[in-house]
């Protein structure tokens, strides 16, 4: 052993030199432990043959299932798909998408026909989806207040800097603040299954328990949680809405539980999207509790889209698309759907993952007989040559 | 305190008047310290407690990447410009500097601690520990005496008694010195001469001989005598030399002893030892009378002065009696061939520049396997003219190499920073079969000159051997700048004496050997250590671990740096080029500080491709670093196309997986904070793969420290997404509930999965083919380490060289030192010869200035005695 030769020969040059005092100076010898002498226990693996080829096969046997798995999973998923936008003038949106023709005393509705030709069975989900509009950009994304939409009654009054210039409107704080709040998806969806003897009944919708639990019971909170008899319309006095809103938050839903920074509409739009185009939950459809029928039957249904009309009377001289009745996205070339959705263990429908385990899986089992045609052709010449002095 | 003082002096602006005398009264301390002069204590600590914030900071910011994330951080701190928080850079800024700072003081302190140490330093009684000299004396058979006798008075060495009972010995060659100081250990102490006596302890008792003649060495005798005349009036003629010459001249009666000395002599030799035959003849006075008298008349003869001794001597050195024969170990230190043959397989090229003069050196050429006696030439340049040098190295390079270019090919390039540095650099020549060279420091003086110096470089790297003599510490230095500037190579100096200091200070790696010859050396080196040999442990093992480890630290830090930055890049394209970031605030604050900090440093303190015995086993492991490969340009350039396939993968797999896609719930997944906790998730699963695909040793610290920072990450994580932190802190942990509701996702497991798999197969894949189509020596090292057993430590069996010369006795003797013992000369002042420090050779032979207090006796000299 090498350190044990040295060892045999420490005494060799190393000088103990002894001070005028006697004192003897601590030797500079490093102390001969396995971790200072660097020979601490370890394993050492190589890439050999006998572990890399099968762990190639595996990887591609384990692969190829679970992509078939996710694949059918996926494929089970019912989705239903429907553009609202009104770009085309044959659209029935097309009306309400132009600002001129409108007229701020009617509402203004459009009705979009379609037609499941497979029934959706247990809760169906109902989301809008936006495209092209970037609520990942990073000045959108920074311009919130936590704090304010956490219930503090600070932040309330004093909405921080971020939300600039979203952030004070007359002199009166904005609530909520910032230009994610400002900018709040305010288009109504509505449902009808035409029944097959003619009638036109409207589906229930539920708006409740569309958030993220965490969303609705931590991180949202409005001012004032705790107290009893809590009066929101007094708490945001002193207040202004945002800009674009039609209703100040504390209008928002009836319900107490739904009402002010806790309507799950609004914690749903606060959760920014990662990428352009995304979608967001916006109500579900609960199945029947008899549950021998499917929750949407094969046939006709009609989507509803109806723009809100209530607007506050002063308004309009100031922003040009509080004059659009709807949700307005032609500007920036952006699009409107509405999707209704089934869900299975893997989420929604996402061919993506089942391709990519299926394809990825393949290549490895390929890669694998490369390997090992490589292996069998030249490996074992090599690593037995010997090493040249 | 004198620094503040004068610091303050300055700043009063008081003007500072040349000093032109100081009053100081000798041993009055308190009438000198009035004065104020400086002291002269060492100091050479930087920093004191007042200074050592300010000075330190800015000496930390004058490197270039502190400085560059100072700016970084003043440039987060305008939120127009920045995309982050000011924590970002902040918090590992800060950790940085406080690290380094606490090293600094640590230093310091520990500077301080040796200047204490060094200030003592002063105290005459300061010598080496080691005073057990072995004190045995033999009794016994007169012949045993007169071999000590013999040793004790046959030769030229000065002894200097400065006190009583402490000896120096001046000996012209270390072999002497090792003699006579053999000698007084056996209890013939050498105690002093003049030209006509020598003076002798024989076991106590002082005896003093009249010294007749020293029959002095030449080359062509290869031998000296001395005839003395004993108190009692006895003649005696004593030789020694080498034993094929005492042989020759031996009484016919010596027969057995001669077959058995001669027994002993191959042994020896065999062992590498130098050897000596020793004789005596009684004389009778008659013959005496009329031999000096002759004598005499030869010295004084103008012509053929030099024959005629030689005859006189080859009729009186004849029918001797075989007294024995002695054995010198070499002064080399342990292992020096051994490590030299080991350097050489690595293919480090070996200078030899030593003080020494050509015979030493040469010898310890031989002797230490540089030079070989299968080497077609050895070329020795020792002309005293630039022409002389120029004609030489010229005609050694046309022999080495007929078709050699007049002018040598000189590559110009840039290197360095921004290609700023201008390069120039002389290309090798390819020789047929080995050459050495052997240049003193006359010729080395004219070959330095700027018209020559590449003609020597040339010449020299086409021999496999370069040994520079009498070479000034100036010249050491010089030749390591030219080979620096000319060759673009990494130097390494070696050297344990004060003319070192300078060559070790040129070359890019110092190493001070710790020995006999003082600190200097050690003080200024990078490295130091008591042995020549540990150079092979400081090259072959830890310099190439320490090249590894670095080359692998690089490579994987850049590669996950660029990747980190990469995934942005993509990123840009889906965000309206805001400049958002993919990642959490934190996790960019904490990547590089906590999540991938301890792995890569555990692999910069352990990786290991192959131990130790193994490093030693194959030399040639050692050469990859001498050309760059493990860190390059090109080494570069593939990581960053690694990093550029790695952050593709970790940016479209999740994109592509969460596009459009909910919970299982329904709810949102796509959200931000999801995807950037399911990117930030795979980019540090995928780093810590890669960097176990890398470490090459793992050692139970290595996995710690993997799977440690993995679930830190995990851990950290979770916290800083829970409500307290959120509650405490809201608008600093704004992901709260993030890692709840997405990390109990089974499509967000399989995507980490998939990026994961996807970004290592390909590195396995490319890495194992590589394998197995072009494995390189470290690889088929790593597959014999698997399948074979540790090879045995370096065999500590004296394999030296099978010399065809018995005695070296000839190469490490000059004529004439005879004539100066018996001439009145040397009782003048001789001014005090310093040894010159030899470039392998560290420990230092006894011939130097130097008490005799370190035990000799069981190691060096081997008597063999008749029986």
């Known amino acids: 052993m090498m350190a044990s030769s040295y060892n045999a020969k420490d005494e060799d040059g190393h000088i103990t030199v002894t001070g005028p005092g006697g004192g003897t100076l601590r030797s500079k010898k490093p102390e001969n432990t396995a971790f200072k002498q660097q020979r601490l226990p370890a394993w050492q693996p190589i890439l050999t043959a006998g572990t890399v080829l099968p762990a190639f096969f595996i990887i591609g046997l384990i692969f190829i299932p679970i992509g078939i798995g996710l694949y059918v999973t996926s494929n089970n998923i019912k989705e239903f798909e429907v553009d609202y936008t009104g770009v085309d003038m044959s659209s029935p949106c097309f009306n309400c998408s132009q600002n001129f023709s409108w007229n701020s005393t009617t509402p203004c509705t459009c009705t979009i026909p379609f037609f499941l030709e497979q029934p959706y069975e247990s809760n169906v989900f109902m989301y809008y989806g936006l495209s092209n509009f970037y609520q990942n950009h990073r000045r959108y994304v920074k311009s919130r207040d936590d704090s304010q939409l956490n219930g503090d009654m600070t932040s309330l009054k004093e909405p921080s800097k971020e939300c600039e210039p979203y952030a004070y409107h007359d002199n009166k704080p904005i609530a909520p603040c910032g230009a994610i709040a400002n900018s709040m998806f305010n288009d109504t969806l509505e449902l009808f299954y035409n029944d097959p003897n003619g009638t036109k009944v409207q589906i229930p919708l539920t708006n409740i328990g569309i958030a993220w639990w965490t969303d609705k019971h931590v991180k949202f909170k409005n001012p004032g949680a705790g107290e009893a008899n809590q009066n929101l319309t007094a708490v945001f006095q002193g ?4 800009l674009n809103w039609r209703r100040p938050v504390y209008e928002l839903d009836a319900a107490a539980n739904n009402d002010g920074f806790i309507n799950e509409d609004f914690i749903v739009w606060m959760r920014t999207a990662a990428l352009p185009t995304f979608r967001k939950l916006y109500r579900i459809i609960k199945s029947p509790s008899n549950g021998m029928m499917p929750t949407m039957p094969r046939g006709n249904y009609t989507l509803e889209v109806v723009y809100i009309t209530t607007m506050s009377k002063n308004l309009g001289q100031n922003l040009f698309n509080q004059l659009n009745p709807d949700y307005p996205v032609r500007s920036f070339e952006g699009r409107k759907r509405m999707i209704l959705s089934t869900i299975s263990w893997m989420g929604g429908k996402n061919p993506f993952l089942g391709i990519a385990y299926i394809t990825v899986g393949s290549v490895c089992f390929f890669l694998g007989v490369v390997l090992l045609i490589i292996h069998h052709k030249c490996g074992n010449r090599n690593n037995s040559a010997d090493i040249s002095n | 305190m004198g620094l503040v003082a004068s610091f303050f002096g300055q700043l009063c602006g008081k003007e500072k008047k040349p000093e032109e005398e100081r009053h100081l009264r000798a041993n009055d301390r308190s009438f000198n310290l009035t004065y104020r002069y400086a002291n002269n204590a060492i100091k050479t600590s930087k920093y004191n407690i007042l200074t050592f914030l300010p000075r330190n900071l800015f000496e930390q910011f004058q490197r270039l990447a502190n400085a560059y994330f100072l700016f970084l951080m003043i440039l987060q701190v305008i939120p127009q410009v920045s995309s982050l928080s000011w924590f970002t850079t902040a918090v590992p800024l800060m950790f940085v500097l406080s690290i380094t700072a606490v090293k600094d003081a640590n230093d310091d302190i520990k500077t301080e601690k040796v200047d204490f140490s060094w200030n003592q330093l002063a105290d005459p009684k300061f010598v080496f520990h080691d005073h057990s000299l072995l004190e045995t004396v033999k009794q016994g058979n007169p012949d045993a005496q007169a071999f000590f006798r013999l040793l004790a008075l046959c030769h030229t060495v000065m002894p200097d008694e400065k006190k009583e009972g402490e000896l120096y ?46 029959l002095d060495f030449n080359n062509v005798r290869k031998r000296m005598s001395v005839i003395v005349r004993s108190p009692e009036g006895k003649l005696t003629l004593f030789c020694k030399g080498a034993d094929t010459i005492i042989f020759e001249r031996l009484h016919p009666s010596c027969k057995k002893l001669v077959e058995v000395t001669n027994k002993h002599l191959s042994e020896y030799a065999g062992e590498g030892l130098r050897t000596l035959a020793l004789a005596y003849k009684d004389l009778d006075e008659s013959f005496m009378d009329e ?3 002759r004598h005499h008349e030869a010295s004084t003869a103008l012509v053929e002065r030099e024959e005629k001794l030689d005859e006189l001597y080859e009729e009186i050195e004849k029918d001797l009696l075989l007294l024995g024969a002695t054995a010198v170990e070499d002064k080399l230190q342990d292992g020096v061939p051994q490590t030299i043959e080991q350097l050489a397989k690595a293919d480090i090229k070996i200078w030899v520049l030593t003080g020494d003069k050509q015979e030493t050196a040469e010898n310890i050429g031989y002797s230490c396997n540089m030079l070989r006696e299968e080497m077609k030439e050895i070329f020795i340049v020792a002309a005293n003219t630039a022409e002389g040098v120029k004609e030489e190295l010229e005609n ?55 018209d020559l110096q590449l003609e020597l470089l040339r010449t020299a790297c086409m021999c496999q051997t370069v040994i520079c003599c009498r070479v000034t510490p100036l010249q050491k230095a010089q030749v390591v700048q030219l080979v620096k500037k000319y060759k673009q190579a990494v130097t390494l100096a070696i050297g344990d004496g004060a003319n070192d200091v300078s060559m070790i200070k040129a070359a890019h790696i110092g190493v001070g050997i710790s020995g006999q010859e003082g600190m200097q050396a050690v003080l200024s080196s990078d490295f130091s250590f008591a042995q020549f040999r540990y150079l092979q442990r400081l090259l072959l093992v830890h310099g190439r671990w320490s090249y590894l480890r670095m080359c692998k630290f690089l490579q994987y830090f850049f590669y996950k740096n660029f990747t980190f930055t990469f995934v942005h890049f993509w990123y840009a394209f889906f965000c309206g080029f805001s400049a958002q970031t993919v990642y959490d605030e934190w996790f960019i604050t904490l990547y590089n500080l906590m999540y991938t900090a301890l792995p890569v440093l555990g692999l910069s303190i352990f990786d290991q491709d192959v131990n130790d015995r193994w490093s030693f086993q194959y030399p040639q492991l050692y050469t990859p670093g001498q050309l760059n490969q493990y ?9 960053m196309m690694k990093s550029c396939y790695s952050s593709l993968i970790l940016f479209f797999i999740p994109w592509a997986a969460m596009h459009d896609t909910v919970r299982d719930d329904g709810k949102d997944i796509a959200d931000y904070q999801s995807f950037a906790l399911l990117a930030q998730t795979c980019l540090l699963i995928v780093m810590s793969i890669q960097l176990s695909l890398d470490t090459h040793y793992w050692t139970a610290v290595n996995q710690f420290f993997v799977w440690g920072s993995l679930a830190g990450y995990f851990a950290i994580t979770f916290t800083m997404y829970s409500n307290g932190m959120f509650l405490i802190f809201t608008s600093a942990f704004p992901f709260i509930g993030t890692a709840r509701n997405s990390l109990n996702q089974p499509n967000v497991w399989l995507t980490i999965f998939l990026t994961s798999l996807l970004c290592i197969l390909p590195v396995v894949a490319f890495r194992f083919i590589l394998i197995q189509l072009r494995p390189t020596i470290n690889d088929k090292v790593r597959h014999k380490m698997r399948n074979e057993a540790l090879p045995a430590t370096t065999k500590h069996v004296h394999v030296r060289r099978i010399s065809t010369r018995r005695s070296g006795y000839a190469f490490s003797h000059s004529q004439g030192y005879g004539d100066l013992v018996t001439s009145r000369k040397f009782l003048l002042k001789i001014p005090v010869r310093t040894r010159p420090a030899l470039f392998t050779e560290t420990d230092s032979p006894l011939a130097q200035n130097q008490p005799q207090h370190y035990r000799t006796i069981t190691e060096e000299p081997e008597g063999s005695q008749s029986p």
């Open chain 1, 239 to 242: 207040t202004t809405k945002p």
């Open chain 2, 169 to 214: 010995y001046q000996a012209q060659s270390p072999d002497e010195g090792a003699l006579v100081t053999a000698a007084r250990n056996f209890g013939f102490v050498f105690r002093s001469r003049t030209p006509e006596s020598i003076t002798v302890i024989e076991m106590g008792k002082q005896v003093i001989y009249e010294l007749l003649a020293v």
């Open chain 2, 291 to 293: 031999w000096k008298q």
């Open chain 2, 396 to 450: 050694a390079r046309r022999k080495m190499s007929s078709s050699s270019a007049d002018k040598p090919s000189v590559i110009k390039a840039r290197a360095g920073l921004f290609w700023l540095q201008k390069t120039e650099t002389v290309q090798d020549e390819k020789v047929d079969g080995e050459y050495g060279l052997v240049i003193n420091g006359h010729s080395l003086a004219f070959a330095l000159e700027k």
């Open chain 2, 631 to 639: 860190f390059s340009k090109k080494a570069f350039v593939r990581c």
